[in-house]
């Protein structure tokens, strides 16, 4: 069974940073893509991240790009994404994701909110 769990979100002040964590179990996790998503209130998920392998291929948003930095640990079954500067407008549930066969298995999402 997929399972994705993400932890790491809370309530940032803007300029703050948050390190989210995503630990994955019931799949060959160094075999696969991992991706960070969010979606703020009122709007369509939307694609953070991902990353390939420890030291490979990074793609980002435009919007956190600069800003943040996928990372992954194969020993642990984890992805990381260290979020830096941060905005209001980057509140949102962040999601980790995995594609398996063709399916996209999402975590439960953890919550970000960037406020004073």
């Known amino acids: 069974q997929v399972q994705l769990v993400e932890s790491g979100g809370g309530l940032v002040q803007p300029g703050g940073s948050l390190r989210l964590s995503c630990v994955a179990s019931?799949?060959?996790?160094?075999?696969?893509?991992m991706s960070w998503y969010r979606q703020a209130p009122g709007k369509e998920r939307e694609f953070v991240a991902s990353?390939?392998?420890?030291?490979?291929?990074?793609v980002y948003s435009d919007s956190l790009k600069g800003r943040s930095t996928i990372s992954r640990d194969n020993a642990k079954n984890a992805v990381y994404l260290q979020m830096n500067s941060l905005r209001d407008e980057d509140t949102a549930v962040y999601y980790c994701?995995?594609?398996?066969?063709?399916?996209?298995?999402w975590g439960q999402g953890t919550q970000v909110t960037v406020s004073s």
């Open positions: 019931g799949f060959t996790f160094n075999t696969y893509a």
């Open positions: 990353i390939i392998n420890p030291g490979g291929s990074r």
């Open positions: 994701r995995v594609v398996l066969w063709g399916r996209a298995y």
